[in-house]
């Protein structure tokens, strides 16, 4: 059995994404239930050198979006970190998945041997597509998922292992 690029990139990140706005409705939930703004959650963080959650979501879109058009060779929309509001988080995490949907599957053809350079702060990393989606940024993805999930259960949002897999 062959596994396109495709097939592990997109439904994983779409399915992300799905988990993360039934947790932004449960956070969005708890706001309203115990009256207070949900912008401390948007703000809240798990440590004080860490993104907030605003900060997750938006690193979880660009993870999502820069895969998408490293393994396809095509550019990614830019999506400016403005996010303040649960609202915002929302319309960023559709304008990612929209994205996403629109990138034909066919434009993955090759990408598992495609030549990927991703450019850090200190240096140029090079990996074929497939190590870069699997050991860069599929494990990114999740990382920022996770911490996603963390900051929201810190602060009080009744989540658990189910939430983060979409079984409830």
């Known amino acids: 059995m062959s596994i396109s690029a495709y097939d592990l990139s997109i439904p994983t990140f779409q399915r992300g994404f799905a988990v993360l706005s039934k947790l932004l409705d449960k ?24 993104l907030s959650l605003a900060g997750q979501i938006q690193r979880l879109s660009d993870t999502a979006k820069g895969a998408a058009a490293r393994l396809t060779g095509t550019e990614a929309p830019s999506f400016p970190d403005d996010e303040v ?34 450019k850090t702060r200190q240096q140029e990393v090079h990996f074929t597509g497939k190590d870069y989606l699997l050991t860069y940024a599929i494990p990114n993805f999740y990382f920022h998922l996770t911490t996603a999930y963390a900051i929201l259960r810190h602060n009080g949002v009744a989540v658990g292992k189910l939430d983060f897999l979409g079984r409830t």
């Open 85 to 118: 509001t649960l609202a915002d988080l929302r319309a960023r995490i559709d304008k990612t998945t929209a994205y996403l949907a629109s990138v034909p599957e066919s434009a993955y053809a090759g990408a598992e041997e495609r030549d990927v350079v991703l």
């Open 27 to 50: 956070a969005e939930a708890l706001a309203d239930e115990k009256k207070f703004k949900p912008e401390v959650l948007v703000n809240a963080r798990l440590a004080p050198d860490m």
